[in-house]
């Protein structure tokens, strides 16, 4: 028998299927390898390094009622906020065979305008769909596009509301029963730099979009629609009681933390981001009040990044190996007063906020949750992504280019484990642009790309160092850093110090001055100019004897 994902009480399921654990996780993995293999055809089709190479796309697969069944093993801060972009479609669109409605509005489900999210309806085939005809499940995908118009090349510049940021776009059909809409088409790339790269990578989404649908087809053509149904309501219901056990075995009390961003990019003050948790039972609340007013610059987080960075962060603190999907977000209520930075509401400026802000509730939310489950969680990771773009004409082509990257640093060091230098943490989960990629597709050079020794805290448990890389201009670009932790420092546990903070420094040309360029900045460099961004260190753990000092 499944059992109610409301009550937890046994219920016969839908029909006459019966769900043991061997036949639910085999779903759960034909579930998960229908958006697996969507990102695969997005991965392989696209035209910009940012999606086929550093792979900053996820895909998902959601119930006819908008509920969230499985995903691929992506991006978090994409996939813990795509249900809300689900439910604006569901809300705003009429949904038909062959249809694809693209999106990226901030206050309806999107992320930060760079993201272009696109859903797709599921129906099953006569005789065993349902009169209604509504979508008996959904496929979506989000990937970064490394330019949506605004005011800098990549569209993550210092703006002061959504409107200098780029082009904005509310559920609309992309396609209609398998036919692109042109006017659509012709809308979205006409303002942006790189049309010919956003076309190609718009039409790789959409043949990701037709993967998912043709595998979920043949699933619910071989094991009959109620079967697929009950599947995921079993999945759903089995992973919501996993979250409740979990819960209900943390200590019971209230757990407060609060840590801070440098600032807002605009000559504001530290951003404070505090949170209060409270435990005890099946249930666990995440109050965000006391963190700071929206910012007139770009760090403002949409609703949806919040949920999703606090159900990454809660999913990684309990643990165990089950299914992430609508059931495994459930019993975690989230407060986040509108108009603060952990809840933008319109129309403020919001690209920042899905990069930098997300780290940021993360370090707050698992540093509340050290103080109730200290032998399990680690010190503060590098907290920044660290953004880096640079956008200008090649002189190799004559075509506008726009480069996009984030790069890693040091994860935190844990209570018996030593924290990993140069890898991504947390809210991001892709890769660096290869060099060979990276020189190919852009008029730039890598000059140096290395691990910063001794950039990581020091502690029983040392803290993982950060990177550092410089780039060399071949051509005049617009360039765009979008960092962190340049002042504000990743925080040590149970002793262990402080990572090392970042650091962003331009050359102009050869023999002048290296200076200290402030954490989120935009600059026009001449060809010739050498960038460099330096990845802050994590946090260490215990403290220091005397074999980890150095």
């Known amino acids: 028998m499944t059992r109610s994902a409301t009550t937890g009480r046994p219920r016969r399921a839908r029909g006459r299927e019966l769900f043991d ?34 792979l900053d796309h996820s895909c998902a697969l959601f119930d006819g009622r908008g509920r969230l069944v499985a995903q691929a093993a992506h991006i978090p801060v994409h996939l813990g906020s795509m249900p809300r972009a689900v439910e604006a479609v569901l809300e705003r669109c009429t949904l038909a065979p062959g249809d694809v409605v693209l999106l990226n509005d901030p206050y309806a489900g999107g992320t930060h305008l760079p993201d272009l999210t696109m859903v797709s309806p599921v129906f099953a085939p006569p005789p065993m769909g349902r009169i209604s005809r509504a979508p008996d499940f959904l496929v979506a995908s989000r990937a970064h596009h490394a330019d949506v118009g605004g005011g800098s090349p990549g569209s993550m510049g210092l703006a002061r509301d959504i409107y200098g940021e780029g082009l904005r776009i509310p559920p609309v059909h992309l396609v209609r029963r398998g036919r692109v809409v042109p006017e659509v088409l012709t809308l979205v790339l006409g303002n942006v730099r790189t049309a010919r790269e956003r076309r190609a990578d718009l039409l790789a989404q959409i043949g990701a979009q ?44 209230r757990w407060r933390f609060a840590d801070a961003l440098d600032d807002d990019g605009l000559g504001g003050g530290a951003v404070r981001i505090a949170v209060t948790l409270v435990t005890g039972g099946p249930r666990l609340r995440v109050d965000f009040t006391g963190s700071s007013p929206a910012t007139p610059g770009p760090l403002n987080a949409p609703l949806a990044v919040t949920h999703a960075a606090v159900t990454y962060a809660v999913r990684v603190a309990l643990g165990g190996d089950f299914p992430v999907n609508h059931g495994s977000l459930s019993g975690v209520e989230i407060v986040a007063p509108a108009g603060s930075v952990v809840h933008a509401v319109e129309p403020a400026a919001v690209v920042g906020g899905n990069v930098e802000t997300s ?36 002189p190799r082509t ?138 802050p260190g994590g946090g260490g753990h215990g403290r220091p004897t005397r074999r980890t000092r150095r």
């Open 210 to 253: 037709t993967t998912g649908e043709r595998r979920l087809a043949e699933l619910i053509a071989g094991h009959g629609l109620k079967t697929i149904e009950t599947a995921a309501d079993a999945l759903i219901a089995y992973a919501g009681r996993c979250v409740r056990a979990a819960l209900a075995e943390l200590p019971r009390g």
């Open 398 to 535: 004559g075509e506008a280019f726009s480069y996009y990257e984030t790069l890693a640093g040091g994860h935190g060091a844990g209570p018996g484990w030593h924290g990993a230098s140069a890898m991504q943490a947390h809210m991001t989960n892709t890769r660096n642009t290869p060099v060979e990629g990276l020189e190919h597709a852009y008029p730039m050079r890598v000059v140096a790309t290395r691990i910063r020794r001794g950039s990581g805290g020091r502690g029983r448990f040392r803290g993982g160092d950060g990177i550092e890389r410089t780039l060399e201009m071949l051509a005049p670009a617009r360039v765009t850093v979008l960092s962190d932790r340049r002042r504000t420092r990743p925080y040590g546990l149970d002793g262990g110090d402080s990572g090392e903070p970042g650091r962003n420094l331009v050359r102009v040309r050869a023999g002048a001055p290296w200076p200290d360029m402030p954490g989120k900045f935009v600059v026009d460099l001449p060809a010739g100019a050498l960038l460099t961004v330096a990845s």
């Open 359 to 394: 780290q940021r509730i993360v370090d707050v939310v698992l540093g509340a949750l050290a103080r109730a489950l200290p032998a399990r969680i680690p010190a503060a990771s590098y907290g920044t992504m660290s953004n880096l773009l640079a956008g200008g004409r090649d």
């Open 21 to 54: 654990g061997a036949r639910l996780a085999l779903f759960q993995g034909l579930f998960s390898a229908c958006a697996e293999e969507m990102g695969v055809t997005l991965m392989r089709t696209a035209h910009s390094p940012n999606i086929k190479e550093r």
